[in-house]
């Protein structure tokens, strides 16, 4: 469970840790896939009931469907334009729509650009009321020919239990099917023709007294050989129990030794996390124990907001720090993300980084504006300051 966003963390991360981490390469073996394709905390468990997200963009939009409480009101629709815009000019214009009917519930997603006469996609969601069925229609209106579309079955206790996906284009067309199984307590025990990477197998699931995940099996889809399995460890911290610490480690079968892929943190009651460190980066290019660990901690408020967030390695702690500011929402007005800075004859000192300002409704609370700007500093004028070089403007309408 992750409150960062993974993407912008390493585009900070990227930038400020560029002349402190070399481009040494470990050789890939037969078993790098599984550490490569790792699964992260909120990724051990199957998707939710209704699992959009592979329909939608995990990126701005995503943020607001969850930022955005479908209990506050049943908004029907919302229109979000996003503009980028650099010293060099204005490009990446683009408007996404969003649709719900009356129960809250996600119908219509479509992606467009001003310029275009047609949608770049469009998703459709329908349910079938009385038969237990919702299906997820996505197309690319240019191309008629050229579709995916996924139903999903669910059984008496509202659970999924099967789903079935589809690809047409003019090039190939496939059909997949999976299944969930759930023990009594409608916990998921089996889950069919799922993709590891490039394979495809099955997970089964395994929970300790208190409910909780302890292990998850991948077996291959042919034989049914266990090919790795992943195991949480629970650990409580302190005397009272106020503090768990949760390692999640991996072992590939074969392989004498398990390898810890991340380790978190959390107040119990709460769950509210307060560090979080990533031994596995699946996203660079090594294999196996990364040399870079990723490290997060996080600071909170009175009323249990985040104030502070620290981003950094083992190695280089707090390399990036993230303040949070707010005003009379619980939404944060502002985030400003500064960057350590290290030099010989002064004291360590933050760097203004980048800027994440929302303006909200003061009749609703939604949020109305968002405005990312990202600085870079200028070496060459020897100033303390960073040059503004992108700002990506996101307007929200609400009907």
Same mark, same amino acid.
């Given at each position: 469970?992750?409150?960062?966003?993974?993407?912008?963390?390493?585009?900070?991360?990227?930038?400020?840790?560029?002349?402190?981490?070399?481009?040494?390469?470990?050789?890939?073996?037969?078993?790098?896939?599984?550490?490569?394709?790792?699964?992260?905390?909120?990724?051990?468990?199957?998707?939710?009931?209704?699992?959009?997200?592979?329909?939608?963009?995990?990126?701005?939009?995503?943020?607001?469907?969850?930022?955005?409480?479908?209990?506050?009101?049943?908004?029907?629709?919302?229109?979000?334009?996003?503009?980028?815009?650099?010293?060099?000019?204005?490009?990446?214009?683009?408007?996404?729509?969003?649709?719900?009917?009356?129960?809250?519930?996600?119908?219509?997603?479509?992606?467009?650009?001003?310029?275009?006469?047609?949608?770049?996609?469009?998703?459709?969601?329908?349910?079938?009321?009385?038969?237990?069925?919702?299906?997820?229609?996505?197309?690319?209106?240019?191309?008629?020919?050229?579709?995916?579309?996924?139903?999903?079955?669910?059984?008496?206790?509202?659970?999924?239990?099967?789903?079935?996906?589809?690809?047409?284009?003019?090039?190939?067309?496939?059909?997949?099917?999976?299944?969930?199984?759930?023990?009594?307590?409608?916990?998921?025990?089996?889950?069919?023709?799922?993709?590891?990477?490039?394979?495809?197998?099955?997970?089964? @699931? +395994? #929970? %300790?007294?208190? &409910?909780?995940?302890?292990?998850?099996? $991948?077996?291959?889809?042919? /034989?049914?050989?266990?090919?790795?399995?992943?195991?949480?460890?629970?650990?409580?911290?302190?005397?009272?129990?106020?503090?768990?610490?949760?390692?999640?480690?991996?072992?590939?079968?074969?392989?004498?030794?398990?390898?810890?892929?991340?380790?978190?943190?959390?107040?119990?009651?709460?769950?509210?996390?307060?560090?979080?460190?990533?031994?596995?980066?699946?996203?660079?290019?090594?294999?196996?124990?990364?040399?870079?660990?990723?490290?997060?901690? @996080? +600071? #909170? %408020?009175?009323? &249990?907001?985040?104030?502070?967030?620290? $981003?950094?390695?083992?190695? /280089?702690?707090?390399?990036?720090?993230?303040?949070?500011?707010?005003?009379?929402?619980?939404?944060?007005?502002?985030?400003?993300?500064?960057?350590?800075?290290?030099?010989?004859?002064?004291?360590?000192?933050?760097?203004?980084?980048?800027?994440?300002?929302?303006?909200?409704?003061?009749?609703?609370?939604?949020?109305?504006?968002?405005?990312?700007?990202?600085?870079?500093?200028?070496?060459?004028?020897?100033?303390?300051?960073?040059?503004?070089?992108?700002?990506?403007?996101?307007?929200?309408?609400?009907?």
């Amino acid at each position: 469970m992750r409150s960062v966003n993974r993407s912008l963390l390493k585009f900070h991360m990227a930038c400020a840790l560029f002349m402190l981490i070399g481009s040494g390469v470990h050789a890939q073996s037969d078993t790098s896939i599984f550490f490569k394709y790792a699964a992260t905390f909120d990724q051990m468990l199957p998707s939710p009931v209704y699992p959009f997200n592979k329909f939608l963009p995990d990126s701005a939009s995503m943020d607001i469907l969850n930022a955005e409480p479908k209990s506050n009101s049943l908004h029907k629709t919302i229109e979000l334009k996003t503009e980028s815009k650099t010293t060099e000019g204005v490009f990446g214009i683009e408007d996404q729509n969003f649709s719900w009917d009356a129960e809250g519930r996600l119908i219509n997603y479509a992606v467009h650009r001003p310029k275009d006469t047609v949608a770049l996609t469009k998703t459709a969601i329908r349910y079938i009321s009385g038969s237990n069925v919702a299906l997820v229609l996505r197309v690319d209106p240019r191309n008629s020919w050229k579709y995916d579309s996924i139903m999903f079955r669910y059984n008496r206790s509202g659970w999924l239990g099967s789903w079935r996906y589809s690809s047409k284009s003019p090039d190939s067309a496939f059909v997949v099917n999976g299944t969930r199984m759930y023990d009594g307590k409608g916990r998921v025990i089996v889950a069919t023709n799922v993709n590891y990477g490039t394979l495809k197998g099955s997970y089964t @699931y +395994e #929970y %300790d007294a208190n &409910g909780q995940l302890i292990r998850r099996n $991948f077996l291959a889809g042919s /034989s049914g050989v266990i090919l790795c399995t992943d195991t949480l460890e629970y650990k409580y911290l302190t005397d009272s129990r106020s503090i768990l610490q949760v390692s999640h480690k991996l072992k590939v079968t074969g392989m004498a030794n398990w390898v810890e892929l991340e380790r978190k943190t959390i107040y119990p009651y709460s769950g509210k996390i307060i560090s979080y460190t990533d031994y596995n980066d699946a996203d660079s290019n090594y294999f196996y124990r990364n040399y870079v660990t990723y490290t997060v901690r @996080y +600071e #909170y %408020d009175t009323a &249990g907001r985040i104030s502070n967030e620290y $981003f950094g390695t083992t190695a /280089s702690p707090d390399v990036i720090h993230a303040r949070y500011y707010y005003g009379k929402y619980h939404q944060p007005d502002s985030i400003v993300y500064e960057e350590l800075i290290e030099e010989k004859k002064k004291p360590k000192y933050y760097r203004t980084y980048s800027r994440d300002v929302r303006e909200y409704d003061e009749k609703t609370g939604r949020i109305s504006v968002r405005s990312i700007t990202t600085y870079l500093f200028d070496e060459q004028k020897k100033k303390d300051d960073f040059l503004p070089v992108e700002t990506v403007l996101i307007t929200y309408q609400w009907k």
